[in-house]
């Protein structure tokens, strides 16, 4: 599982957004984290048709995405995201 955090230098909700990440995978040991930052990497963000920061976005092992959330998530938002981004 693959979860993305898109962020900016000037966004205040990055750092909730981060803290709520470093909680949920405490369940998740198999989840891979990858920050995108919106002012280093303009095209990877736009590639991922990002609007908002902080955006989270979640994908399974087949790269489907299966959770967005723009804006700070819950840790039960992410850890129930993260369920059916799980296969079987």
């Keep these: 599982m693959e979860i993305t955090l898109v962020t900016s230098a000037f966004c205040g909700a990055c750092a909730r957004t981060r803290a709520v990440i470093a909680d949920a995978v405490r369940w ?11 002012a280093t990497d303009p095209d990877a ?36 995201a993260a369920a059916t981004a799980l296969p079987g």
């Design 45 to 80: 963000a736009e590639a991922l048709d990002i609007r908002f920061t902080p955006t989270v976005i979640i994908r399974g092992a087949d790269g489907r995405q299966t959770f967005r959330a723009e804006g700070v998530p819950t840790v039960p938002q992410m850890l129930a």
């Design 28 to 38: 998740l040991p198999d989840a891979t984290v990858t920050e995108i930052d919106v």
